[in-house]
C-alpha cells in the first residue's frame, strides 16, 4: 500500500514552488468546496418551500378536528301535499301550501373518525421527507460535480509547476549553449532551438493558466466565491476506501415504502365507521311540525353514524395497486445497489491500476533524470547537440507528468470510491 504522505510529496513541493512568490494565497479544501456548492445550490431552497407546504397542509388536516358549519336554504313547489281525510264539524283541518320553504344551519363536531384526519397527517409529513430526501439526492450529485473540479484543478496546478521546472532545465542549457556560442564552441542554430523550446513552455504555461482560471471560475460560481489565480487548493488525505454502500437514495427509498405503508393503513380507515355529533337550526314552512303552515324556527341535535361500505368494492384492487408500489420501489432500490457496485468495483480496479503504476513512476524519473544531466554535460562538452539533449529533457518532463497524473488520478480514484458508497 502506497503512503500518499510520501507519493504527493512531489506534488506538493511543485505547488509551492508556483505559489511561492505570492504574498497574499486564498486556500480552499475539497470539503470546504463541496458544503458551499451544496449550500450556495439554488435548489437548496426547495427545502423551506417544501417545509411550508407541509406545514400548510398539516393544518388543513387539522380542521377536520373543528366544528363543521354549514348553511342550506331550498324552495321548492310540489304536486301534493298532505292531507287528513277528516272533516269534523265546527273544526277547520288546515291545508299545507304547496310552496314550501327552508332554510337552516348545521354544525357537525367529529367524534370518531377511524383514524383517517391522523393517517392523513403522517401521510403529509412522508410526502414532505421524501420530497426532501429526493432533493438530498439531488444535491449529493453536487459532490461528483465539485470533485472534477477540484481535483482538475489540482492536477493543473501541478501541471504549472512542472512547466516552471521544464523552462528552468531549458533555460539550463541555453546559459550553457550560449556560452559555448560565445566562445565559438557550438553554432548559433543550437541556441535558436533551445529558445524555440522555451518558447514552447511558456505558451503551454498559458494555455494551462487559461485553463485552471476557467475551472476556477466554474467552482467559484459553486462555492459563490470569488476565486482568483492566487486561490490554491489544499491537497486532501487519502480517503479510506469503504465498500459499504450508505448513499441517500437507500433512505429515499426507505421513505417511499413508509409511504406506501400509511396509504395501506389509510385505506382501513377510510372504510371504518364516523362517529360525529350535530346541531341543526332553521325556520321553514313547514317546520318540525308538518300540520302546520306557517313560518316556525325550529331544532333538533343527535348522534349520527356513518359506515361507508361502498369502499369495500374496491379494497382488494386498492391493496393490490399499493404492493405493486411496493415491488416496483424494491426493484428500483435494486437496481441502484446493483449499478452502484458495478461502479465501486470498477473504480476499485482503477485505484490499484494507479497504485501499481506509482510504483514504478519514481524509478523511472530516476533513470530519466540521471539520462537527462548526462546529456546537460555532454552538451557543455560539445557531444551531443541540443535537439539530443531536448529529447532527454522532455523525457524526463514526460515521466515527472506521468507520476504527477497517476498520483492525482490514484486520489481522485479514492474520494470516487467515497463519494459513489456514500461514506
Same mark, same amino acid.
Given at each position: &500500500?502506497?503512503?500518499?504522505r510520501?507519493?504527493?510529496l512531489?506534488?506538493c513541493?511543485?505547488?509551492?514552488?508556483?505559489?511561492?512568490?505570492?504574498?497574499?494565497?486564498?486556500s480552499?479544501?475539497?470539503?470546504?468546496?463541496?458544503?458551499?456548492?451544496?449550500?450556495?445550490?439554488? &435548489?437548496? $431552497?426547495?427545502?423551506n #418551500?417544501?417545509?411550508? @407546504? @407541509?406545514?400548510?397542509?398539516?393544518?388543513?388536516?387539522?380542521?377536520?378536528?373543528?366544528?363543521?358549519?354549514?348553511?342550506?336554504g331550498?324552495?321548492?313547489?310540489?304536486?301534493?301535499?298532505?292531507?287528513? *281525510?277528516?272533516?269534523?264539524?265546527?273544526?277547520?283541518?288546515?291545508?299545507?301550501?304547496?310552496?314550501?320553504? $327552508?332554510?337552516?344551519g348545521?354544525?357537525?363536531? #367529529?367524534?370518531?373518525?377511524?383514524?383517517?384526519?391522523?393517517?392523513? $397527517?403522517?401521510?403529509?409529513d412522508?410526502?414532505?421527507?421524501? +420530497? +426532501?430526501?429526493?432533493?438530498?439526492?439531488?444535491?449529493?450529485?453536487?459532490?461528483?460535480?465539485?470533485?472534477?473540479?477540484?481535483?482538475?484543478?489540482?492536477?493543473l496546478?501541478?501541471?504549472i509547476?512542472?512547466?516552471?521546472?521544464?523552462?528552468?532545465?531549458?533555460?539550463?542549457g541555453l546559459?550553457?549553449?550560449?556560452?559555448?556560442?560565445?566562445n565559438g564552441m557550438?553554432?548559433?542554430?543550437?541556441?535558436?532551438?533551445? !529558445?524555440?523550446?522555451?518558447l514552447r513552455?511558456?505558451?503551454?504555461?498559458? +494555455?494551462?493558466?487559461?485553463?485552471?482560471?476557467?475551472?476556477?471560475?466554474?467552482?467559484?460560481?459553486?462555492?459563490n466565491?470569488p476565486?482568483? !489565480? %492566487?486561490?490554491?487548493? +489544499?491537497?486532501?488525505?487519502?480517503?479510506? @476506501?469503504?465498500?459499504?454502500?450508505?448513499?441517500?437514495? #437507500?433512505?429515499?427509498?426507505?421513505q417511499?415504502?413508509?409511504?406506501?405503508?400509511?396509504?395501506?393503513?389509510?385505506?382501513?380507515?377510510?372504510?371504518?365507521?364516523?362517529? /360525529?355529533?350535530?346541531?341543526?337550526?332553521?325556520?321553514?314552512?313547514?317546520?318540525?311540525? &308538518?300540520?302546520? /303552515?306557517?313560518f316556525?324556527?325550529?331544532?333538533?341535535?343527535?348522534?349520527?353514524? @356513518?359506515? *361507508?361500505?361502498?369502499?369495500?368494492?374496491?379494497?382488494?384492487k386498492?391493496?393490490?395497486?399499493? %404492493?405493486?408500489?411496493?415491488?416496483?420501489?424494491?426493484?428500483k432500490?435494486?437496481?441502484f445497489?446493483?449499478?452502484?457496485?458495478?461502479?465501486? %468495483?470498477?473504480?476499485?480496479? !482503477?485505484a490499484? $491500476?494507479?497504485?501499481?503504476l506509482?510504483?514504478?513512476?519514481?524509478?523511472?524519473?530516476?533513470?530519466?533524470?540521471?539520462?537527462?544531466?548526462?546529456a546537460? =554535460?555532454? #552538451?557543455? /562538452?560539445?557531444?551531443?547537440?541540443?535537439a539530443?539533449?531536448?529529447? !532527454?529533457?522532455?523525457?524526463?518532463?514526460t515521466?515527472?507528468?506521468?507520476k504527477?497524473?497517476h498520483?492525482?488520478q490514484?486520489? =481522485?480514484?479514492?474520494y470516487?470510491?467515497? /463519494?459513489?458508497?456514500?461514506?
Amino acid at each position: &500500500m502506497i503512503n500518499f504522505r510520501y507519493t504527493s510529496l512531489s506534488i506538493c513541493s511543485l505547488i509551492v514552488y508556483y505559489t511561492s512568490a505570492f504574498a497574499q494565497v486564498q486556500s480552499l479544501s475539497l470539503g470546504e468546496s463541496q458544503a458551499l456548492a451544496m449550500a450556495n445550490y439554488p &435548489m437548496v $431552497k426547495e427545502r423551506n #418551500l417544501i417545509a411550508q @407546504s @407541509s406545514a400548510y397542509s398539516i393544518e388543513r388536516a387539522n380542521a377536520g378536528y373543528l366544528p363543521q358549519l354549514t348553511i342550506n336554504g331550498q324552495a321548492t313547489y310540489q304536486s301534493a301535499v298532505t292531507q287528513i *281525510p277528516l272533516q269534523l264539524p265546527g273544526m277547520d283541518v288546515p291545508e299545507l301550501s304547496k310552496d314550501q320553504y $327552508k332554510i337552516y344551519g348545521e354544525v357537525n363536531q #367529529l367524534m370518531y373518525d377511524g383514524g383517517v384526519t391522523k393517517l392523513q $397527517k403522517e401521510a403529509i409529513d412522508a410526502s414532505a421527507d421524501i +420530497e +426532501e430526501q429526493a432533493l438530498e439526492v439531488a444535491l449529493y450529485q453536487i459532490k461528483e460535480r465539485i470533485n472534477q473540479l477540484f481535483f482538475g484543478i489540482l492536477l493543473l496546478d501541478a501541471q504549472i509547476a512542472q512547466n516552471g521546472l521544464l523552462k528552468r532545465d531549458v533555460q539550463t542549457g541555453l546559459d550553457k549553449i550560449n556560452a559555448a556560442i560565445a566562445n565559438g564552441m557550438a553554432l548559433k542554430s543550437n541556441g535558436s532551438l533551445l !529558445e524555440a523550446e522555451l518558447l514552447r513552455a511558456q505558451q503551454q504555461a498559458i +494555455e494551462l493558466q487559461a485553463t485552471r482560471s476557467a475551472y476556477l471560475q466554474m467552482l467559484g460560481l459553486f462555492v459563490n466565491r470569488p476565486l482568483g !489565480e %492566487h486561490t490554491v487548493l +489544499e491537497t486532501p488525505e487519502a480517503a479510506v @476506501s469503504a465498500q459499504e454502500i450508505n448513499r441517500p437514495e #437507500l433512505q429515499w427509498y426507505s421513505q417511499q415504502q413508509r409511504g406506501v405503508e400509511i396509504e395501506n393503513r389509510l385505506l382501513t380507515a377510510k372504510n371504518l365507521p364516523k362517529l /360525529n355529533l350535530f346541531f341543526q337550526g332553521g325556520a321553514g314552512r313547514p317546520a318540525l311540525n &308538518m300540520l302546520s /303552515n306557517d313560518f316556525e324556527a325550529y331544532y333538533y341535535t343527535g348522534i349520527r353514524l @356513518s359506515f *361507508p361500505l361502498t369502499g369495500f368494492y374496491t379494497l382488494k384492487k386498492e391493496r393490490a395497486l399499493l %404492493h405493486i408500489k411496493t415491488q416496483r420501489i424494491e426493484t428500483k432500490k435494486a437496481a441502484f445497489l446493483f449499478d452502484t457496485s458495478l461502479s465501486l %468495483h470498477q473504480q476499485n480496479a !482503477e485505484a490499484i $491500476k494507479y497504485q501499481q503504476l506509482l510504483k514504478t513512476d519514481d524509478d523511472i524519473i530516476a533513470l530519466r533524470t540521471s539520462v537527462k544531466q548526462a546529456a546537460l =554535460a555532454q #552538451l557543455e /562538452n560539445g557531444v551531443i547537440n541540443t535537439a539530443e539533449y531536448m529529447r !532527454e529533457v522532455n523525457a524526463e518532463d514526460t515521466a515527472k507528468l506521468s507520476k504527477i497524473m497517476h498520483e492525482i488520478q490514484w486520489l =481522485a480514484a479514492q474520494y470516487r470510491i467515497k /463519494n459513489i458508497s456514500g461514506n
